[in-house]
Structure formats: structure tokens, C-alpha cells
């Protein structure tokens, strides 16, 4: 599980070298390298529609990060093997930095989904983010 500290540490670390830029894709492979990631990618992937209303189901990569270079993220994603209906792993994706939305390791902490709140639970929120500060 990657903490704010790696990120943090790995920009200080970019930012005592003059010159030297890391794009989004490097950062994310710099702090989340062989580590299982899900990411959003703002289109939706599929409609259901029933009688009377539609689900939207965003599209979303599963996958581990192989390796980033320049704008590039390498990704050994799962997926569903059409023939055995078993989840995989072995779909080597590129993916442009610029399509990602959203980043996450998948791990105890939760999922994306989980992620989107709705804006009524603000003061719930901001209560357990001072219970964390007074607990530091």
C-alpha cells in the first residue's frame, strides 16, 4: 500500500534535481511499480437500460504497472478470458498518461467507487479528518 509519504518523497526527490521533470506516468510507476492499480479513464464502458432508467459502468483498467516513460503508463492488465470465463493477467496495455482520470492501488483501503462521496457526507468528512490530525 503506497502511503502520502511516497509520493511526497519521490516529488522532494525530482524537485533537488534542476531540469529534470518526471511526467505523471513515471511518477505513478516510481511509487506504484509491480503493484495492482485501478484506473478510470472518464468514458463509460457500458450502458444497461432498463424500462425506466440506465446504469452507467465507468470504464476501468485493472492491472499491474510495469513500467512509465514519457507520457506512457505499461500495464499487465487482467481480463476475462472469453473462451474459459476466467480472470487473467497478461493483456499488456499502453496507456496515454492524458486518458487517466483517476489512479488507485487496489488494496485494503478500498476502491475507486468507494472514493466517490456524496457531497452531504462533507461534514462527516471533515469530523474524521480532525479525529486523524488530533490522533497524529
Request: proline letters at 1%; a negative charge; hydrophobic letters at 40%.
Amino acid at each position: 500500500m503506497a502511503h502520502e509519504n511516497e509520493f511526497v518523497e519521490a516529488i522532494k526527490e525530482l524537485n533537488a534535481k534542476p531540469g529534470e521533470k518526471l511526467t505523471m506516468a513515471e511518477l505513478l510507476a516510481k511509487v506504484w511499480k509491480d503493484r495492482i492499480v485501478e484506473i478510470y479513464i472518464g468514458d463509460t464502458f457500458e450502458d444497461i437500460k432498463w424500462e425506466d432508467s440506465t446504469s452507467k459502468s465507468p470504464a476501468i483498467l485493472v492491472g499491474k504497472i510495469i513500467a512509465g516513460y514519457a507520457e506512457c503508463v505499461v500495464l499487465n492488465c487482467a481480463y476475462m478470458d472469453q473462451r474459459s470465463k476466467d480472470l487473467r493477467f497478461g493483456n499488456i496495455v499502453c496507456l496515454n498518461e492524458r486518458g487517466i482520470r483517476t489512479v488507485t492501488e487496489i488494496d485494503e483501503s478500498g476502491i475507486l467507487k468507494d472514493t466517490f462521496l456524496d457531497s452531504k457526507d462533507g461534514k462527516i468528512i471533515a469530523a474524521a479528518a480532525r479525529a486523524v490530525r488530533e490522533h497524529k
